[in-house]
């Protein structure tokens, strides 16, 4: 089983609102990621977590708050979003070594979200 | 710092044409490369990845790649597409420095007509 889920699909919020993405995957993968991708545009990564620890932030605006609750869930909670933060929200999942960049990440279907 | 490199942006093919599809990196270390397909409402499953051996890898639905490390490039081929084909296709790499993130290429829209 190589699945990870998110919820919602779809996400519509004003600028003021407050929501959470959620991540889950049951494959005993020990590193979860947040990638963002606009439209006709790449994934680009926003934050890792390696152990349930946040390993790499690619200079996210506080806005997003990344959430790793344990090791099958990964959370992103989002407050006082932008219009141009409208996008595809995907989560992924890995293998972890230690010392090891060898591994492959199965990605979820992603979150729809429109900022309002 | 990595990067990946797709020139082709938009490819219209028939159907039993054969595809490949251009994938350059920078990146002076030893890299794991991936492809990874994305069907129109889908998500990003991934199509093959190399990470050392044989340079010629072969993946699902009869895709191959095969990595030219003198040319730092990655390619992708498949000798005859079909409508099911049509996706966008994208490039990644992950420098094998313990750094465990993926950096994607611009990605390639293919079309292939019936």
């Known amino acids: 089983d190589t699945e990870v889920t998110q919820t919602p699909k779809h996400l519509v919020m004003g600028m003021t609102n407050k929501k959470s993405l959620k991540c889950e995957q049951h494959?005993?993968?020990?590193?979860m990621y947040w990638y963002k991708q606009k439209a006709k545009k790449p994934p680009e990564l926003m934050f890792v977590?390696?152990?349930?620890?946040?390993?790499i932030n690619e200079s996210v605006p506080s806005r997003f708050s990344p959430e790793c609750p344990n090791s099958s869930l990964l959370n992103l909670h989002l407050h006082a979003l932008q219009p141009e933060d409208s996008a595809l929200y995907l989560c992924?999942?890995?293998?972890?070594?230690?010392?090891?960049?060898?591994?492959?990440?199965?990605f979820g279907p992603g979150t729809r979200l429109t900022v309002l | 710092a990595q990067s990946v490199s797709q020139h082709n942006h938009h490819v219209i093919l028939s159907e039993a044409a054969s595809l490949e599809l251009g994938c350059n990196y920078s990146?002076?270390?030893?890299?794991?490369l991936f492809w990874y397909v994305q069907y129109p409402g889908q998500h990003l499953q991934l199509l093959l990845k190399y990470f050392s051996g044989d340079p010629l890898v072969k993946g699902i639905k009869g895709f191959e790649a095969e990595f030219i490390k003198s040319k730092f490039s990655f390619n992708l081929r498949k000798p005859s597409v079909q409508w099911s084909d049509t996706a966008e296709y994208f490039c990644?790499?992950?420098?094998?420095?313990?750094?465990?993130?993926?950096?994607f290429g611009s990605g390639t829209r293919l079309q292939v007509q019936p």
């Open positions: 990644a790499v992950n420098a094998n420095t313990g750094r465990r993130a993926l950096t």
């Open positions: 990146y002076g270390g030893t890299v794991n």
């Open positions: 977590y390696s152990y349930e620890k946040l390993s």
């Open positions: 494959m005993g993968h020990r590193a």
């Open positions: 992924a999942s890995s293998h972890e070594g230690r010392g090891s960049s060898t591994d492959t990440q199965y």
